[in-house]
């Protein structure tokens, strides 16, 4: 975007206009290096500091662009500089908060558009959820698993949201032999502020055959304000037969057979990690973790992505990656090898078309130097269409093909998943302002 014109006011609002252009294509450096250059020449340009404060809080920087906001408060862009403020709080789940700075932007500029539409989504995400979905998972071992699932989310707005429902699973093996289970479970996440979080659960397992079981967990987590460190920890205990938590999309076969119900084998695993984010023109996260499982095995693992996102409409990222994993013994429950180690390639590609279609596609091919196989990969799509003002039909598949193991089961392994489900949202009135809400805004 250049400009022939050597009036320097045309000039000027072309440069303007060439780092909000970056800012919205994804180029968040380069629109943060052009805003820098333009308050150069005119510092008191509180509109240019708007920007700046977008293009970090877009670019998940959002300490440094709650900072921003914070000293905009005042004059002509107090309005956007509240909006901003709210957004933050809306990405983070604190719903209560961010109605009230969307409203503080509203008693200033009722017709403030960007404060209606983010007022009206903060409605729907803060009211509760009820969700219904279906699935099925096959896999190269003859291992299936069919799912039904409702569930009714309560209080998500608060600082202790609940959750609860129903799950009716069958899981059929190459022998044909059948068993049903049926899960009630009841969980909670608490948000102590914007540094702690914590979630607990509990499920009560009744299966067709062998004993039944009660699964919970309990974890929680620690966010510094530093923005680039989280600290985690947990404790899970559950039956071999699926993990948790009953809710979660499962992509993988986490049992190798169904006689773990009838031998009632339950496993305790108390877990801890390290989650690290440095961010520049690429994006290093790097994720450390160890676990201490009550049947003998201490299980180690770690991750490292170095990602770029491309300059486009859409969120396009490309990646590489490194898995490791060691296991200190090992026993017939595991799938996983002792040792394992992973190279990967990949892309992600997310947006929007329109103000009801929301996608998202990532594929990754694996390289694997310790297995008989070499080759590997992923693929996974999402996709969610709004159907009415509150009612979304939602559509996951994931695809997976892992090498086979040295010494292992002598093949490659090989899984797919295909899920279906309807999620309505009960948006909650607004407590402050009754003023009329536009359509969504941006995530």
């Keep these: 975007m250049e400009s022939d014109s050597s009036d320097p006011g045309i000039q000027y609002e072309a440069h303007q206009l ?3 252009f970056q800012s919205w294509k994804g180029n968040y450096q380069e629109a943060e290096r052009l805003y820098g250059a333009l308050l150069s020449e005119r510092p008191a340009d509180a509109e240019l500091r708007i920007g700046i404060a977008d293009t970090l809080a877009w ?26 403020l709210a957004e933050i709080a809306r990405w983070r789940k604190r719903h209560g908060e961010a109605e009230e700075l ?13 404060a209606l539409e983010g007022i009206r989504k903060n409605q729907r995400e803060a009211g509760p959820e009820l969700g219904l979905r279906g699935s099925s998972f096959r896999d190269s071992s003859d291992f299936d698993r069919d799912s039904l699932v409702a569930r009714y989310d309560l209080f998500r707005g608060h600082p202790l949201a609940l ?11 190459a022998d044909d ?26 499920a009560r397992n009744d299966y067709s055959e062998g004993p039944d079981s009660t699964s919970y967990f309990l974890h929680g987590f620690l966010a510094p304000p530093a923005e680039r460190v989280r600290l985690r920890a947990g404790f899970d205990h559950y039956d071999m037969i699926d993990g948790a938590d009953p809710f979660g999309e499962n992509f993988y076969n986490q049992a190798l057979t169904i006689d773990v ?20 023109r690429l994006t290093w996260d790097i994720d450390l973790a160890r676990a201490d499982i009550s049947d003998g095995n201490e299980r180690g693992t770690g991750f490292s992505r170095i990602s770029y996102r491309v300059p486009a409409r859409d969120q396009v990222v490309l990646f590489g990656q490194t898995y490791y994993q060691e296991v200190n013994e ?14 990967g ?9 329109g103000e009801r279609f929301r996608f998202l596609l990532e594929g990754t091919l694996g390289l694997f130097p310790r297995e008989e196989d070499l080759l590997g990969g992923q693929l996974r799509a999402y996709a969610e269409w709004d159907l009415g003002e509150s009612l979304s039909f939602r559509v996951t598949g994931n695809y997976l093909n892992s090498p086979e193991e040295r010494g292992a089961f002598g093949e490659s392994y090989k899984a797919t998943y295909l899920g279906l489900g309807l999620v309505k949202q009960i948006p909650l009135k607004n407590r402050r302002t009754a003023a009329p809400a536009g359509k969504a805004g941006r995530e």
Excluded: C, M
């Design 330 to 343: 090992r026993t017939l429950l595991y799938f996983d090898p002792v040792d394992f180690l992973s190279y």
């Design 177 to 202: 032999r059948q068993v049903y289970r049926t899960v009630l479970p009841l969980q909670a996440t608490w948000k102590a502020g914007p540094v702690f979080s914590g979630a607990a659960g509990v």
């Design 261 to 280: 119900v009838a031998l009632g084998i339950d496993l305790d695993e108390a877990w801890a990690g390290l989650t690290l984010r440095f961010t520049g």
């Design 102 to 114: 969307y409203s503080r932007a509203l008693e200033l500029q009722p017709d403030h558009r960007q």
């Design 18 to 20: 060439e780092a909000r």
């Design 163 to 173: 959750r609860t429902g129903a799950v009716r699973t069958r899981y059929r093996q």
């Design 345 to 353: 390639l990949g892309a992600r590609w997310e947006g929007e078309r």
């Design 59 to 84: 670019n998940g920087w959002t300490r440094r662009a709650g900072e921003k906001y914070r000293n905009l408060l005042n004059g002509k862009t107090a309005p956007a500089a509240w909006v901003g």
